[in-house]
């Protein structure tokens, strides 16, 4: 079983930036393919980014492709995405994700993942 967490949420104007953090339990987090998805009031659950786990590949939503980063650190059990030049459509509940020990997911869905965290909210002001 893995349990994540997020970080970094918060307010911030247009243009600006956050960096969510996302920390797993356990000895296995190499070995799992992580994601972002977010969720807005009244919408559905959409993906935002993943990474495999070997970290060699990422995927990206096309409405924040060349805005938002992700990125992982094994040894310390935490997958980031770095978001920049924020827009208020960017608000949202931010969500972790992990798949099953090297498992090569449908990264785009949220089927593909078998683990969540709780979910940090992004809030972007105009």
């Known amino acids: 079983q893995v349990q994540l967490v997020e970080s970094g949420g918060g307010l911030v104007q247009a243009g600006g930036s956050l960096r969510l953090s996302c920390v797993a339990s356990?000895?296995?987090?190499?070995?799992?393919?992580m994601g972002w998805f977010r969720q807005a009031p009244g919408k559905e659950r959409e993906f935002v980014a993943a990474?495999?786990?070997?970290?060699?590949?990422?995927y990206y939503a096309d409405s924040v492709k060349g805005r938002f980063t992700i990125s992982r650190d094994n040894a310390k059990n935490t997958v980031y995405l770095q978001m920049n030049s924020l827009k208020p459509e960017d608000t949202a509940v931010y969500y972790c994700?992990?798949?099953?020990?090297?498992?090569?997911?449908?990264?785009?869905?949220?089927?593909?993942?078998?683990?969540w965290g709780q979910g940090t909210q992004v809030t972007v002001s105009s």
């Open positions: 994700a992990a798949t099953l020990p090297y498992s090569t997911p449908s990264y785009y869905y949220p089927l593909g993942y078998d683990y």
């Open positions: 356990g000895r296995t987090f190499s070995s799992h393919a």
């Open positions: 990474i495999c786990w070997r970290g060699g590949s990422t």
